[in-house]
């Protein structure tokens, strides 16, 4: 029976090993890596948007009219687009530090609400 009572010890060496490891992992190298993640997310936004194609292009007349009416009409709209484009890319910046901050926060508030469901099932 030794061989048991060395699986048990393996299991609970296991289970409290990765509760004691867990928080150490997920504000180190979890943390490193949603970092990267966050702005490996952020560029690829960026480049899908295309902001800086239409600041490059912002000077450069449309369908190649060079009068003063589709010059300012070119000038205009891509300037509009880049509002606009710069926009979306601040509310995906919202989204990305916001979920950065539900990662962080996420270990907290489940010890914080493990503890008060313990301390509620006693005070009933």
């Given at each position: 029976?030794?061989?048991?009572?060395?699986?048990?010890?393996?299991i609970?060496?296991?289970?409290?090993?990765?509760?004691?490891?867990?928080?150490?992992?997920?504000?180190?190298?979890?943390?490193?890596?949603?970092?990267?993640?966050?702005?490996?997310?952020?560029?690829?936004?960026?480049?899908?948007?295309?902001?800086?194609?239409?600041?490059?292009?912002?000077?450069?007349?449309?369908?190649?009219?060079r009068?003063?009416?589709?010059?300012?009409?070119?000038?205009?709209?891509?300037?509009?687009?880049?509002?606009?484009?710069?926009?979306?890319?601040?509310?995906?910046?919202?989204?990305?530090?916001?979920?950065?901050?539900?990662?962080?926060?996420?270990?907290?508030?489940?010890?914080?609400?493990?503890?008060?469901?313990?301390?509620?099932?006693?005070?009933r």
């Amino acid at each position: 029976m030794p061989q048991a009572r060395n699986v048990g010890k393996l299991i609970v060496g296991d289970v409290i090993g990765g509760v004691v490891t867990a928080p150490v992992f997920w504000y180190t190298r979890g943390l490193s890596d949603a970092a990267r993640y966050a702005l490996r997310f952020l560029g690829a936004r960026y480049e899908s948007l295309g902001i800086s194609v239409w600041a490059r292009n912002l000077f450069v007349p449309m369908f190649g009219q060079r009068d003063v009416p589709g010059m300012l009409i070119s000038f205009f709209l891509r300037l509009f687009q880049i509002v606009v484009r710069t926009i979306a890319l601040v509310a995906w910046l919202a989204v990305t530090v916001l979920g950065f901050a539900l990662y962080v926060s996420a270990p907290i508030y489940i010890v914080f609400e493990f503890f008060r469901q313990l301390v509620g099932l006693f005070v009933r």
